[in-house]
């Protein structure tokens, strides 16, 4: 059944208003609203394209919705669908950026961002937990993950470079397997249909995704136009998502670029983690927070908008191009080999994110390693038990009385003001 643009714009709304609580959740909802209550599209559909959208960078839901979009109606359907994902959320964040950037100096709001960061940490180590449960099969799979930890924890070696080693050990490593959803119920195509027409779709979302930034740099913008760079290069490394990429958003926001501080990024990734849609949406804060640094509210504007562009103009890049090659796609031993070496850098790169986080979270003070090391330790003196008591209590909350992450947060929240209130 094909559904009117008004029925699909409707429909595509309410799925991104209610698309909280991560991936999972969110992949759940466009299930319901697409498979089974209504015959758009089916079981097989769905799936397919969600192994897919796990090939590529960037957020898989949105780009799943995306897709979803497309084989309804066209590149108009997907952009309708992808933009209706992202949109409720971007608000939402916007507005606590502003929010944020404007009163979150004070003393009640800096409390209550203490206990959001607490619960973030248990977060960030509940998502490496039930990806190594999943991910991690085989001895290899192991021992990619503590290599890329290492590299990258110990090392400080460059995120993107990480990934590409993996992927290349996932290309030579290929035992010749294939995606057990494509074998088992994808009649494969031969060879891909529409080359043409999807160099069409290259050339167009290419265009569109580096114009702004081009234009930034000719009227010598040049903090939109390195906010822009910044996040088209993380846009093309996302693989594995929000988690995977925010170690490395975060050495080169708080260290390279010096745009927030490691507490700003934490309560970054806690505003994401309350907002629907996709949470890549973290990205837009610290376009935010880099802009308001420079030049005030009128540039934090302004970069958010950029970041935003050159975080999902390159998701509907890889969808129109690739969408009428899915089902060839799917089926490439190399391709999901290389994916599944990749899945498992992502848990090293997210243990690395959960060890960053509890370091800054912890401890008041870090001193540099030793060479060759080129990593933070903690001043055991300067840990902060308000913290690790507040992170016991989301653990708690989250771990063993499995409370949902929205009320869990507002718990922490109250949490965090309490004990505030209290040591002020």
Same mark, same amino acid.
């Given at each position: 059944?094909? =559904?009117?643009?008004?029925?699909?714009?409707?429909?595509?709304?309410?799925?991104?208003?209610?698309?909280?609580?991560?991936?999972?959740?969110?992949?759940?909802?466009?299930?319901?609203?697409?498979?089974?209550?209504?015959?758009?599209?089916?079981?097989?559909?769905?799936?397919?394209?969600?192994?897919?959208?796990?090939?590529? =960078?960037? =957020?898989?839901?949105?780009?799943?919705?995306?897709?979803?979009?497309?084989?309804?109606?066209?590149?108009?359907?997907?952009?309708?669908?992808?933009?209706?994902?992202?949109?409720?959320?971007?608000?939402?964040?916007?507005?606590?950026?502003?929010?944020?950037?404007?009163?979150?100096?004070? =003393?009640?709001?800096?409390?209550?961002?203490?206990?959001?960061?607490?619960?973030?940490?248990?977060?960030?180590?509940?998502?490496?937990?039930?990806?190594?449960?999943?991910?991690?099969?085989?001895?290899?799979?192991?021992?990619?993950?503590?290599?890329?930890?290492?590299?990258?924890?110990?090392?400080?070696?460059?995120?993107?470079?990480?990934?590409?080693?993996?992927?290349?050990?996932?290309?030579?490593?290929?035992r010749g397997a294939r995606s057990k959803l494509a074998a088992d119920?994808?009649?494969?195509?031969?060879?891909?249909?529409?080359?043409?027409?999807?160099?069409?779709?290259?050339?167009?979302?290419?265009?569109?995704?580096?114009?702004?930034?081009?234009?930034?740099?000719?009227?010598?913008?040049?903090?939109?136009?390195?906010?822009?760079?910044?996040?088209?290069?993380?846009?093309?490394?996302?693989?594995?998502?929000?988690?995977?990429?925010?170690?490395?958003?975060?050495?080169?926001?708080?260290?390279?670029?010096?745009?927030?501080?490691p507490a700003q990024m934490m309560d970054g990734l806690g505003l994401?983690?309350?907002?629907?849609?996709?949470?890549?949406?973290?990205?837009?804060?610290?376009?935010?927070?880099?802009?308001?640094?420079?030049?005030?509210?009128?540039?934090?504007?302004?970069?958010?908008?950029?970041?935003?562009?050159?975080?999902?103009?390159?998701?509907?890049?890889?969808?129109?191009?690739?969408?009428?090659?899915?089902?060839?796609?799917?089926?490439?031993?190399?391709?999901?080999?290389?994916?599944?070496?990749?899945?498992?850098?992502?848990?090293?790169?997210?243990?690395?994110?959960?060890?960053?986080?509890?370091?800054?979270?912890?401890?008041?003070?870090?001193?540099?390693?030793?060479?060759?090391?080129?990593?933070?330790?903690?001043?055991?003196?300067?840990?902060?038990?308000?913290?690790?008591?507040?992170?016991?209590?989301?653990?708690?909350?989250?771990?063993?009385?499995?409370?949902?992450?929205?009320?869990?947060?507002?718990?922490?929240?109250?949490?965090?003001?309490?004990?505030?209130?209290?040591?002020?």
């Open positions: 059944m094909r =559904p009117t643009i008004a029925d699909l714009t409707r429909v595509f709304a309410r799925i991104g208003l209610m698309s909280f609580g991560g991936p999972a959740a969110q992949i759940a909802v466009m299930h319901r609203e697409l498979v089974d209550n209504r015959p758009w599209l089916n079981e097989r559909q769905l799936l397919n394209a969600l192994s897919f959208c796990m090939l590529l =960078p960037g =957020p898989e839901a949105m780009q799943l919705c995306t897709y979803a979009g497309w084989r309804l109606r066209g590149v108009l359907g997907g952009v309708i669908a992808g933009l209706l994902f992202v949109l409720p959320g971007a608000a939402l964040m916007l507005a606590l950026a502003y929010a944020y950037a404007t009163w979150g100096q004070t =003393p009640i709001v800096e409390a209550v961002f203490n206990g959001i960061k607490a619960a973030v940490i248990i977060v960030v180590i509940q998502a490496l937990y039930r990806l190594a449960r999943k991910t991690l099969k085989h001895a290899g799979d192991w021992s990619v993950a503590i290599l890329c930890f290492a590299a990258l924890f110990l090392f400080d070696m460059p995120f993107p470079l990480v990934i590409l080693g993996a992927a290349s050990y996932g290309l030579v490593r290929n119920t994808v009649e494969a195509q031969t060879q891909p249909a529409s080359l043409p027409r999807s160099l069409m779709q290259v050339a167009i979302w290419l265009a569109l995704w580096w114009l702004p930034i081009a234009a930034a740099a000719a009227f010598g913008a040049d903090t939109l136009a390195e906010i822009g760079l910044f996040f088209s290069k993380l846009a093309v490394v996302s693989f594995g998502g929000a988690y995977a990429v925010l170690a490395y958003m975060a050495q080169e926001a708080v260290t390279t670029q010096g745009w927030i501080s994401a983690e309350t907002t629907p849609g996709p949470l890549i949406l973290v990205t837009e804060f610290v376009g935010y927070m880099a802009g308001h640094r420079v030049g005030g509210v009128g540039l934090a504007l302004a970069a958010a908008f950029m970041t935003l562009w050159a975080t999902f103009v390159p998701c509907f890049l890889w969808i129109f191009a690739a969408a009428p090659h899915v089902e060839w796609l799917t089926t490439r031993p190399r391709l999901t080999s290389a994916l599944s070496a990749i899945t498992a850098a992502v848990v090293g790169v997210i243990a690395n994110l959960s060890l960053w986080f509890a370091l800054h979270v912890f401890f008041n003070q870090t001193t540099p390693a030793p060479a060759p090391f080129a990593t933070s330790l903690p001043v055991l003196h300067s840990v902060d038990l308000a913290a690790l008591a507040l992170s016991g209590l989301a653990a708690v909350l989250l771990l063993w009385r499995g409370l949902a992450l929205p009320v869990t947060l507002l718990i922490m929240a109250a949490a965090g003001a309490g004990l505030g209130v209290v040591s002020g």
